[in-house]
């Protein structure tokens, strides 16, 4: 059965303790947290807060919510592994095992080389590395990710799939096999929509954002992709709650952090709910 962890990207504006209190209410079993800014997202910063760090501590212990994955370090021209340092203690400092790393550096060589340290650094605190491929930046397809683990010669690297970006650079069930489960300890859930022209590879790391949607409603071959990766995943729930004007009258008052973190969750369960169903008639 595969575990549920609220991803960040979720609910982007709210506080974190007010994220990790929607986490709770709504029955997530493990939730990712951002400690680490990330271009163009909101940030409400947690690194250095002791009274804030003591809060979420002890919000997370008395209702035995586990932090399963950090957000987001960039690989950027400037970077220097100490940017990160603080971010990757106080993520093990709350338990968490993945730190999630992104490439945004048109130097290969240099994104390559700096993910080997960063590597390096996130072992110093047992945390697991964990590439999410973007089309959007320079670190833009599955095939890339994988090269640069592989010649960054250090065996810790992963990825976590994100289904959409997977499918707008052409991504298929038959290449997740084709690399092997080893890359894939956990993966992403989300939805969204293909543009006119994609994929198309000419555009790879510059394509413009993409578009989000419900699970099951965008063009995401969500089941092929679930049933080339390994059974049982932890699925990082990512169903922005900008999704929401559309299940409402426009007239109600606006969700709130609990309300659609419940949304979201009871999608996603729904959603696998299904996706099961569906396999096991096909057996």
């Known amino acids: 059965m595969?575990?549920?962890?609220?991803?960040?990207?979720?609910?982007?504006?709210?506080?974190?303790?007010?994220?990790?209190?929607?986490?709770?209410h709504a029955g997530y079993d493990a939730v990712g947290l951002r400690l680490h800014k990330s271009p163009g997202l909101p940030f409400h910063p947690v690194v250095g807060n002791a009274p804030l760090i003591a809060e979420i501590k002890a919000m997370l212990k008395a209702n035995g919510m586990p932090v399963f994955d950090v957000f987001s370090c960039y690989l950027e021209p400037a970077t220097k592994m100490s940017?990160?340092?603080?971010?990757?203690?106080l993520g093990a400092e709350l338990g968490g095992k993945y730190i999630m790393v992104m490439?945004?550096?048109t130097d290969y060589a240099r994104m390559r080389d700096n993910?080997?340290?960063?590597?390096?650094e996130a072992a110093r605190f047992n945390l697991t590395p964990t590439i999410e491929f973007v089309p959007t930046r320079p670190l833009c397809t599955m095939a890339m990710a994988v090269k640069m683990i592989?010649?960054?010669?250090?065996?810790?690297?992963?990825?976590?799939?994100?289904?959409?970006?997977?499918?707008?650079?052409g991504g298929t069930g038959a290449e997740i096999k084709s690399y092997g489960a080893k890359?894939?300890?956990?993966?992403q859930i989300n939805d969204g929509v293909l543009f006119p022209g994609e994929p198309n590879p000419v555009d790879f790391g510059k394509m413009r954002q993409g578009q989000r949607k419900m699970l099951g409603e965008g063009d995401v071959p969500l089941y092929d992709y679930l049933a080339a990766l390994p059974d049982g995943l932890p699925l990082s729930v990512e169903i922005p709650i900008e999704l929401g004007a559309g299940l409402r009258d426009i007239k109600a008052k606006p969700y709130t952090p609990r309300e659609w973190a419940a949304v979201a969750l009871k999608s996603s369960r729904d959603f696998m709910s299904a996706y099961y169903a569906t396999r096991s008639r096909r057996a």
């Open 150 to 169: 592989k010649e960054s010669g250090r065996d810790t690297g992963t990825i976590c799939l994100d289904p959409m970006h997977f499918m707008r650079t």
């Open 2 to 24: 595969n575990k549920f962890v609220l991803a960040p990207t979720t609910l982007p504006e709210v506080s974190p303790l007010a994220y990790v209190d929607a986490a709770i």
């Open 183 to 187: 890359y894939f300890p956990y993966t």
């Open 115 to 120: 993910f080997g340290r960063f590597c390096d």
């Open 83 to 89: 940017d990160f340092t603080a971010s990757l203690a």
């Open 103 to 105: 490439g945004n550096d």
